[in-house]
Structure formats: C-alpha cells, structure tokens
C-alpha cells in the first residue's frame, strides 16, 4: 500500500497535491448552487461538491466556500446580499454541462444559460431552481462561518423548501438517489453513477453478529 506522510504531502508537486487530497474524502454530493443578484436581474449558477447536512430539526444544511480573497465570488455575493438560495442535484445526465459552471464567467452572464440548464421559479422564493434537477432545495442563510486556518468558510442555511421527483421517495422517507439518477463527485474532476447496495434498520449492540 503506497504511504504519504504528512511530510511527502509537503512535497508533493501542487497539482498532484490538490488532486489527491481532493479524492481522499470518496464520494461528494454533487449539486447546483443557484443564486440571483439583489436586483433580480443576473442569475448564477455553480458546481459544489461540499454540500453537508447539519441537522434535521431544524432542518439546516452547509457548504464550504473558497477564499474570496482577490476572487469574485457571485454564489457569495448573492447569498450575501440577498439571503436566498438554492441548491439543486445534479443529474447525471448532464455532468459535462455541470462541470462547465465551474467557469469563471463574468456576473452578468448566467450560467444557466451558458450551461444548458433552465431557471425554474417557486411562487415567491426569490432564487431560481434548476428545472433539469430531481431534487430541489431552497434555502434561506442564516449564518456563515469562517474557517481560519485555510480562509474558507461554511454557510449555513436553513431548508425552506424541497421538491423532490415522487417515484424516489419511500412511504418511510427514504430517497433513492439511484433512482434519482443524480451524481456523486471524486475529487475535482470525477463524476459517477449512484448504485444502491442495500437498505438497513436501525442497528442495535444485540443485532451484530460474533464474528469471533
Ligand atoms: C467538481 C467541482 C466541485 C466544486 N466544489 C466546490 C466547493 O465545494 N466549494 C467551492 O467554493 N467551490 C467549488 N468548486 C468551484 C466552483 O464551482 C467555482 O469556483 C465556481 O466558479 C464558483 O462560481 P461563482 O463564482 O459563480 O460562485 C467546485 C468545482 C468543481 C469542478
């Protein structure tokens, strides 16, 4: 089994850093952060592949954001200026369409339409969906978080609302992201198919087996 100490890390040529450390996680979600401008005009639309759930009641989710420093940063504009955003998974079907939103285009160019993708709007929630997506979240932001050490930092937001395609979603809650037919992310680059293995129940200390 090949080793890196934290030492060989350090030595590591850049790129091949950045790609290792990127993979060592497994698989990210993979899904669409969309966000419009405070004058509803310029609409985004960008990849993250941090998106992380941080509780159920209240219902809230996190994701983490790069250095803003010297970078324009419209997911972080927007979420700052105006409070709401969404985030929308990525079908795998369209996972060269999701990657090119990682592009840095100017603020008055959306990615939704320099994408492929298509805006789709919730009675008065102000940020656009992504029409294409089978699973759609709008949140609100309540509270960003600075992570010191790298200059990143976590935004919190609470889920206001979700849409999700009927057929993946089981009478008990559970969603099938197989049949969802979304994507999961390795390292910068990699997109792959979801399969499910299997389905357990709630596992107690007397539920697993000797193994010697
Ligand atoms: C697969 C993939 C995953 C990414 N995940 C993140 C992430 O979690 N956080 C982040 O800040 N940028 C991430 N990015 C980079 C953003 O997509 C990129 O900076 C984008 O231009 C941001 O758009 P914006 O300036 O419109 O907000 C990722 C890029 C790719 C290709």
Known sequence: MKHFSKQNILDLEKVKRLNIMNSITGIKPGNLIGSIDDNNENTNLAIFSSVVHLGSHPALLGFILRPQINVRRDTYNNIMSNGYYTINHLPNDSTLNGHYTSAKFENDESEFKHCNFTEWYHSDFKAPFVKESPLK????????????????IMIVGSVEHVF?????????????????????????????????????????????????
């Open 137 to 152: 979240i709008g949140l609100k932001f309540q509270e960003s978080i600075p992570i010191k050490i790298n200059n990143t």
């Open 164 to 212: 999700v395609e009927e057929q993946s979603i089981s009478a008990e809650g559970y969603i099938d992201l197989e049949k969802l037919n979304t994507t999961g992310i390795g390292g910068l680059n990699s997109y792959y198919n979801l399969q499910k293995i299997d389905t357990y129940p709630y596992v107690r200390r007397k539920d697993v087996p000797n193994f010697g």
